[in-house]
């Protein structure tokens, strides 16, 4: 009996330490990440191909990319830094294979941070000019899932899909009568007159106002102005009509010549053979390739303290002073 127990104890103590190990590991893995973060040296995510469907053996690939949830440099990546690093690695690695020869990507995605949604889009384009890139509409592709979407050269939609939401939203919270409330009094020092800026503590000036509401006005023109320069429509058209942040269906979007074409994702990728002028080829996922190094970032993973007040949705919080590309009215509690 004593012996069985020493074993147990001895068995415990080995698990115990091995955690041990891999965690201090991980931990110094996660501390040499952040820190070559900072350098000028970056290795480029890779993805390996899943077989989906077509025609196995063929020399001839569509690549099939997904983009999918909040569009967020703050949202971590399964290969790269953020979900935006990742899908910016996977059009890279899809638009220097010579084997595939069209890309779909599948947007799901209520939109997201302005600056996030415009790398993206940036990175379509330029995969566009070697290669045919064609987006398939999920249930939800608005707002930054829409500015992304305009970067293709083909947009599929099922009639039953969210789209539209073109617009630029900021949100703040004032909460200074509940600290007069509980007896509070915020201090502020600052060097300029704007430095406090959509500080919660006070009611914002007419000034301050007027300053913000031209930053969202110059962010909504360069949106509208990129879906009329990339759908060939009308800037004032599309200010006066449907890019007043209203979301359409797949049909409505079809009828304001927002989309292409309406079906399903055979159809997109039937589209994506066509353009690529193939008849037969093997649809892949590009998805991370698992690797100790992944094992080591999830152990070595932490996040950056910050003070949040979460009002909804954990997940579609927005964060004080980032501009957003975000339908947040398909959401309760926004």
Do not use: W
Not at 21 to 26: D, E, R, T, V, Y
Not at 33 to 62: A, C, L, Y
Not at 129 to 145: E, I, L, R, T
């Amino acid at each position: 009996m004593k012996s069985r127990l020493q074993g147990c104890l001895m068995a415990v103590g080995a698990v115990v330490l091995v955690v041990s190990l891999l965690f201090n590991i991980g931990l110094a893995a996660g501390l040499a990440g952040k820190s070559s973060s900072h350098g000028s040296v970056k290795s480029e995510p890779v993805f390996e191909e899943q077989f989906v469907e077509g025609t196995e053996g063929s020399d001839n690939k569509i690549a099939l990319i997904d983009l999918t949830g909040v569009i967020s440099s703050s949202i971590q990546g399964q290969v790269g830094e953020s979900m935006v690093e990742d899908i910016v690695g996977k059009l890279k690695q899809a638009r220097d294979e010579h084997s595939i020869r069209a890309i779909v990507l599948h947007i799901d995605s209520p939109g997201g941070e302005v600056n996030a949604s415009d790398i993206i889009y940036h990175e379509v384009v330029k995969t566009r000019a070697v290669k045919p890139v064609v987006v398939f509409m999920g249930s939800v592709a608005a707002s930054g899932g829409y500015y992304v979407a305009v970067g293709a050269d083909y947009i599929m939609a099922s009639d039953l899909t969210i789209t539209g939401s073109i617009g630029v939203i900021l949100q703040t919270l004032n909460y200074k009568d509940l600290i007069q409330k509980i007896g509070v009094k915020s201090v502020t020092f600052k060097s300029g007159r704007y430095k406090d800026l959509l500080n919660g503590a006070r009611d914002m000036t007419p000034e301050e106002e007027k300053l913000v509401q031209e930053m969202i006005d110059n962010t909504y023109s360069k949106f509208v102005g990129l879906v009329a320069k990339e759908r060939k429509l009308n800037v004032d058209d599309l200010k006066s009509g449907i890019a007043d942040g209203r979301i359409l269906s797949g049909e409505q979007a079809r009828q304001a010549k927002l989309v292409d074409g309406l079906g399903y994702m055979e159809d997109a990728i039937a589209q994506a053979k066509e353009r690529a002028k193939i008849k037969d080829a093997q649809v892949v996922r590009l998805r991370p390739t698992f690797s100790l190094s992944q094992l080591l970032r999830i152990f070595g993973k932490s996040d950056l303290s910050r003070i949040k007040i979460a009002v909804g949705p954990e997940t579609l919080s927005l964060e004080t002073g980032k501009l957003y590309f975000l339908s947040t009215h398909l959401f309760t509690g926004m």
